[in-house]
């Protein structure tokens, strides 16, 4: 058992750990007030390669493994979350769903321009009425011959305005059940797609989180992707390798708060001596960071498992799981800590603990984490 990194691991996280202190805190406040999309960010995010990390450098990817994937997605969302969604969604769900599963065509065509930053990708699953009840996709797209015809309303969607390429999952044949959903490409200025108002958020401001509707679109027959009737599947495979880059994303975040609180409790001084050498805030601290560092093993088990080409649905849902719930301990720590200053935007740890509340929702709540771990438990 090895529990170091290597030199180029650590390389990785020290570049990814100088990007997010230069090129992201700057604006991190502003942009989360304001909900301004990080544009330049994400575009240098791209040239530095941190978009498409774990994709075959034959289609312009990193051909990194999921370690190194973690350790980036640490170092960033510990500065701005709403940027590490972005890579993550392009990453995870995006740039490894097509790797893994796309054919030579829809690589050179599609893969090539997302793992460079040169488009950006998104993942669209939830529906107004399906959001953890997958299987109840509404969204068809019925076989015509040479296209399908592409017809519903996607909720949620991360990356809604600004991906150029959007995986779509959606019911060929609904008498088929999620035997009968599959996945298609869908270029975003095809007749008929709509993007719906940008989403205000509670957290994650920053991220550009909108509604899609499609109304008779019509997507080539050969952006489908993998064999007809695979497209639950590929989202099930899909979002068990994203929760991984979710569950990085909670550890930063709760990182970034400890961090925060540390410097805040041998600074602030209060009966005496600095708040951290009262117990009562020690205490919390020492708490904080079991809680991070039991997440950390978690989410780097599961990248290891993913690395190994072992089974991670149990590992990933534990991992996704354990961090989100530490993300959101930590950070309602982490403003209890700095009191009336945690309160106010300046500090940062409220930012954090908004944006620790999307990590227990998105890419399956810790509820649907908890149903996939238990009936692993309980499967014969
Ligand atoms: N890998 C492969 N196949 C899988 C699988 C996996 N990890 N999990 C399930 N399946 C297969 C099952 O084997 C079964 O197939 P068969 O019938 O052929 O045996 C089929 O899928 C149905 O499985 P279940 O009966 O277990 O399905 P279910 O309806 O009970 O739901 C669920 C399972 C785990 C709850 C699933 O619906 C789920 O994960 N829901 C949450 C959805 C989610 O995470 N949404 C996030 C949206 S994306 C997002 O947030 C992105 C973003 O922008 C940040």
């Known amino acids: 058992m090895e529990f170091g990194f290597t030199e180029e691991h650590q390389m990785i996280k020290d570049a990814a750990r100088d990007f997010a202190k230069q090129e992201l805190l700057p604006g991190v406040l502003e942009r989360d007030e304001k909900g301004i999309f990080p544009t330049e960010q994400i575009k240098k995010m791209g040239e530095l390669g941190f978009l498409g990390m774990m994709a075959d450098p034959k289609y312009g990817g990193g051909g990194m493994d999921t370690i ?10 510990k500065i701005d979350a709403s940027a590490a969604v972005v890579m993550s969604v392009n990453n995870s769900l995006v740039c490894w769903g097509l790797d893994k599963f796309g054919n030579e ?85 095809l007749e008929g797609f709509v993007v719906g108002p940008k989403e205000h958020k509670m957290g994650m401001r920053a991220s550009d989180t909108h509604s899609i509707m499609f109304t008779d679109v019509k997507v080539p027959k050969e952006n489908r992707i993998g064999a007809d009737g695979f497209g639950f599947s590929f989202a099930m495979q899909i979002l068990a390798g994203g929760r991984i880059g ?54 780097h088990k599961a990248a290891w498992l993913k690395d190994e080409h072992k089974d991670i649905n149990h590992a990933s849902a534990i991992a996704k799981y354990k961090a989100a719930e530490t993300a959101m301990k930590v950070t309602t720590e ?16 409220e930012r954090l603990m908004r944006e620790a509340k999307l990590t227990q929702i998105y890419e399956g709540t810790s509820e649907i984490q908890q149903i996939v771990i238990s009936r692993n438990l309980l499967k014969d």
Do not use: C
Not at 123 to 146: H, N
Not at 334 to 349: F, L, M, S
């Open 68 to 77: 190194s994937y973690v350790l980036a997605m640490e170092e960033i969302s």
């Open 105 to 189: 065509a829809q690589k050179e065509k599609y893969l090539s321009k997302l793992t460079t930053g040169e488009a950006i990708g998104a993942f669209l699953l939830s529906e107004p009425e399906a959001g953890s009840d997958a299987t109840k996709q509404r969204t068809t797209a019925i076989d015509k011959g040479d296209y399908y015809l592409l017809n519903g309303t996607k909720n949620w969607i991360t990356n809604g305005s600004t991906a150029k390429y959007h995986i779509v999952i959606a019911h060929t044949d609904v008498d088929k059940g999620h035997h009968g959903i599959n996945a298609f490409i869908v270029e975003n200025d």
């Open 246 to 299: 979710i569950a990085s994303q909670a550890l930063g975040i709760a990182q970034g708060a400890l961090d925060r609180s540390i410097q805040y409790a041998k600074e602030r001084k209060a009966f005496g001596k600095p708040i951290g050498y009262h117990q009562a805030i020690a205490f919390k601290l020492a708490d904080m960071e079991i809680e991070i560092e039991a997440s950390r093993l978690l989410i």
């Open 334 to 349: 982490a403003v209890q800590i700095h009191g009336g200053y945690g309160y106010v935007h300046e500090y940062h740890v």
